[in-house]
């Protein structure tokens, strides 16, 4: 088996980290550079750095932002929020990120993640997921930070931009985000069941064995958490040495 990555995310809004629950009620955390420092030092396999509110407001991610935030690693990087067109990702990888995930655009543009693929590769393109359970069953794309209604089925879009291309999925549940409850485990479940191309999942991280659950029985390749990490509850070095001692095969810093 390989190695299971852990990932923190950070999610920006201006020039601030935040944390919110349900991707609501944001909380400032820290400086996007500040905490990209604080977690590659601790040991992250790689980081997500996701402006949250540039789809929101139509308006371009700070590039300049980014570029703060890949000067202080050595350490993969994916960068999202606020991508419209193949400019915007070139851009993104010219600020350092190694990967560029897309949400919103992907499901109003549907010729924008088949352009990516072809013009970076598939290694670059990562599709970032906001799933929220249905009723009825099933579970919902949203868009723009997890606030509006696609229509889509998560399920079906996520085959449907596997056959477009994309080299790794983030997967996160607007429902259990910054609960603190563990994973979806069920949502998680139900997408690497057909995936073939790595899944992280985000949303709910609790402790190690929230962790270890996500790995064991979700068939998650990557974890990716922020609240546990942001308030100090857990880290990295920590978390790892929980799931070392679960025979988890992890990268040891």
Known sequence: MHSVRV????DIKGPNVVKGIHMEGLRVIGTPAELARKYYEQGADELIAMDIVASLYQRNPDFDLMRSI?????IPLTMGGGIQSLHDINNFLRAGADKVAINSHAIRNPNLLPEAVRQFGSQCIVLSIEAKRRPGGGWEAYTDGGREHSGLDAIEWIKRALAEGIGEILLTSVDFDGTKKGYDRELLAAVTAF??????IHGGAKDA???TEAIQKGHADAVSMASILHYNEWTIGKL???LSAQFIPIRIF
């Open 195 to 200: 995936a073939d191309v790595p899944v992280v």
């Open 240 to 242: 790892k040495e929980e």
């Open 209 to 211: 064995a929230s962790l």
């Open 7 to 10: 990932i923190p995310r950070l």
């Open 70 to 74: 890949a000067d202080e690693l050595f």
